[in-house]
């Protein structure tokens, strides 16, 4: 029984340490800028923002609401970890709709 304890603790220890460095990563790379564009369907995990410069980022929060061809405004920084794998992940703090797809 000492065993199985000891195993569920470790468990617990690990993915307490995995979430504290992602939050530790995403604090710490927290260099905001402001970009215009337009919502993609590329994404798979993620939805997906093709900039007026031509990079394709994929959003890991607040786009859910959005869809392919919407136009936005994206504030936020870049992901040092995330699970999107379409893109350079932006960390969104703040996004606005300029005009719905068409």
């Known amino acids: 029984m000492k065993n199985g304890y000891m195993v569920g603790l470790a468990k617990k220890i690990a993915v307490f340490t995995v979430a504290v460095t992602l939050s530790a990563c ?17 994404g798979q995990e993620c939805v997906t923002f093709r ?3 031509g990079t394709l980022y994929a959003l890991a929060n607040k786009a859910s609401r959005l869809r392919p061809g919407d136009k936005v405004r994206v504030t936020g920084h870049l992901a040092l ?3 999107c794998t379409e893109a350079t992940t932006l960390i969104v ?10």
């Open 26 to 42: 995403s604090f710490l790379q927290k260099e905001n800028f402001t970009v215009g564009g337009e919502i993609t369907d590329h």
């Open 93 to 102: 703090d703040k996004i606005v709709l300029l005009a719905p797809g068409g």
């Open 81 to 83: 970890m995330t699970t």
């Open 51 to 53: 900039a007026e410069d």
